[in-house]
Nanobody
Framework: QVVLVESGGGLVQAGASLRLSCTAS????????MGWFRQTPGKEREFVAA????????YYADSVKGRFTISRENAKNTVYLQMNSLKPEDTAVYYC?????????????????WGQGTQVTVSS
């Protein structure tokens, strides 16, 4: 069992930046690919970004490409999501997830463990 804990969410104005962190409870963190997803009420969970075990392969949703950066520090069991130039449409609960396979990193059903989420609200 892997416990994931997100932090760093908050309320910011459009154009501001936030950095989300997700720390995992497992010593085998480097064995997991990691992803970030987001969800707003009434909508399906949406893929945001994913990073492979060593960080050499990264995927982004088109909606965040060029504004968001995913990274990881395996020594700290932590994955980050740097979010710049935030827009009101980025408002959502953001979840990190861990995946042993990385076969389909943009699909939520591929992930084995999920965090509890952190709220990001961007005001216009």
């Amino acid at each position: 069992q892997v416990v994931l804990v997100e932090s760093g969410g908050g309320l910011v104005q459009a154009g501001a930046s936030l950095r989300l962190s997700c720390t995992a409870s497992t010593r085998a963190f480097s064995s997991y690919a990691m992803g970030w997803f987001r969800q707003t009420p009434g909508k399906e969970r949406e893929f945001v970004a994913a990073i492979s075990w060593g960080g050499d392969t990264i995927y982004y949703a088109d909606s965040v490409k060029g504004r968001f950066t995913i990274s990881r520090e395996n020594a700290k069991n932590t994955v980050y999501l740097q979010m710049n130039s935030l827009k009101p449409e980025d408002t959502a609960v953001y979840y990190c997830a861990a995946d042993l396979s990385f076969f389909t990193p943009t699909l939520g059903r591929s992930y084995d463990y999920w965090g509890q989420g952190t709220q990001v609200t961007v005001s216009s």
